[in-house]
């Protein structure tokens, strides 16, 4: 997301959300990761999820930035960071963050994910206790056993959604060919799926989220978060419980499933629902977002 100046390069867009928010570049632990940082205060680290950027986060970023010193990611593979041939595994992933937050002068950090950004942020918790205060895990668990039971075909009458793209991101080769260059269509079904009200991701802010995807290349990268899961699973049930406070975010359905997993991950869990949202909370419901995270990191 880089280049063409329309007000959608990263420079562009940090700079847009005023609080000195500015766009940055590290070389960590043999990749180049892209992140955006503003405001003072105490370090909050936050991972965005598939298919979306850091970007995801500017509704929330200008007030987080009051109180914290705000670092949204574009991890490994994603946005503006590189894109090498290995590294996918979440817990290798959670090494990157802890190196960008060493290169950074932070010793301790609060971290918060959605969707993949969130097993790695689990992930972080759990392999550096000493480099985490607090975890937030948003509408997302680590991945675990459970999700090889996931259904492509329905039974009659059995409610969705039916989590195909998992599988389809597994296929050598072929998602490239379908999407590059096509990516918006994939951008449109994901948001199709989980908005309530499709205008908290208009126009503008789906493009943003296409161009990041758009090349083959970025779609390949796209999909080794997907192939490393075999292993995220079994390095998933190597950890130890995590000994750091730990809110969940979550609506309806995946919130009563957070308070049952949660509690058996984390020695301290609270969890919290979102309510008039499904996946994409941080952009459907940014200031009830806000309070829960302000109410947990302080």
Not at 16 to 22: A, E, K, M, P, Q
Not at 79 to 86: D, K
Request: aromatic share 12%; charged share 25%.
């Amino acid at each position: 997301m880089t280049g063409i100046r329309d007000g959608m390069s990263d420079a562009e867009l940090a700079a847009s959300l005023g609080s000195g928010f500015t766009s940055e570049h590290a070389e960590v632990n043999g990749v180049r990761l892209h992140y955006v940082a503003g405001g003072t205060g105490s370090p909050l680290v936050l991972l965005p999820g598939w298919p979306e950027t850091w970007w995801e986060y500017r509704k929330v970023m200008p007030a987080l930035a009051e109180r914290h010193r705000v670092i949204a990611v574009d991890i490994r593979g994603m946005g503006g960071s590189s894109r090498p041939e290995a590294g996918y595994e979440k817990k290798a992933m959670a090494r990157d963050v802890l190196e960008l937050c060493r290169h950074l002068g932070h010793e301790r950090v609060a971290i918060a994910g959605h969707g993949i950004g969130s097993m790695v942020a689990f992930a972080f918790a759990a392999c550096h206790p000493e480099a985490c205060d607090r975890l937030v895990m948003i509408n997302t668990t680590h991945i675990d056993e459970s999700y090889l039971e996931f259904r492509i075909m329905p039974r009659p009458g059995e409610p969705g959604p039916y989590r195909w793209w998992l599988g389809f991101n597994l296929v050598p080769d072929f998602p490239e060919a379908v999407l590059e260059g096509r990516y918006r269509h994939m951008i449109d079904y994901m948001f199709g799926l989980s908005l309530i009200d499709p205008e908290a991701i208009p126009e503008r802010d789906r493009e943003v989220y296409a161009r990041a995807y758009d090349s083959a290349d970025a779609i390949r990268a796209s999909k080794k978060w997907f192939q490393a899961y075999q292993q995220d699973i079994a390095d998933f049930y190597s950890y130890d419980k995590i000994t750091v406070p730990v809110l969940g975010l979550a609506y309806g359905p995946f919130y009563a499933y957070m308070r049952e997993k949660l509690p058996q991950q984390g020695v301290d869990v609270r969890v919290v629902e979102i309510e008039g949202s499904r996946n994409y909370l941080v952009e459907e419901q940014p200031q009830a977002v806000i309070k829960a995270l302000e109410e947990f990191l302080d």
